[in-house]
């Protein structure tokens, strides 16, 4: 027990280890997800909720490629490197993964699809969604003061997860208390859609630059 209890306060301690530990039921939440809107759309024959699918399917597939890589550079002669490889590879990913969305983003806004949550269960996704961007901010500040590339990246991979679920919370709250067949309900959806999408593309191509920057001061 008391080894336990060593082991949780060095991770607390280490915000480095702690992202890493953090990332595990992270990609196990995602799993679950690509299921449900794997699911939801055989079953609705929808292509949002395949769209969204094939979201989650890159979100774990980026997660999983940092994990891996973290293995990859406790084990390479050239960590330097393996990082700012990985670092990359992260950022290409990103890329993919915001075309994946963006299409997710086109059928919310231009066919009006929502996911809406019955009865009062509302509220408590839009506390757990503040909360959730909020977190993923500071978290994201932090990871920027550890000069770690591989925590950075992870923490973006949460900021972007976050900004995903702000956007489906600000479509389901259009949908619920405002007419979604509305010019305002519309144009509200519009705007966001591609605020997430713009903010999503920017991390993207500043860390691409980045690990191009990078790679070069290394040679």
Known sequence: MEII???IAFIRRD???LTVATTVPSLLIDLLFIVINGFTAAILRSPW???MCLYYIMLTIMRFSLLLGTGMKAISRNKEKTDIKNYLMAHRMLIVMDIILGIAIIFLVFHHIVRDFPG???FFVAFYTIYKVTLSLINLSKAHKTNS???ITLRKIG???ALVSLLILESALMNRFG???STY???TNLFCGLAVWAIILGMAVWGLHKAKRLKKELQ
């Open 5 to 7: 209890k060593k082991i």
């Open 120 to 122: 009062a269960l509302i």
């Open 179 to 181: 007419d979604r067949w």
């Open 149 to 151: 590339l591989t925590t």
């Open 159 to 161: 900021n972007v997860d």
């Open 185 to 187: 309900a519309f144009m």
């Open 15 to 17: 915000f480095t280890t």
């Open 49 to 51: 909720y395949l769209a």
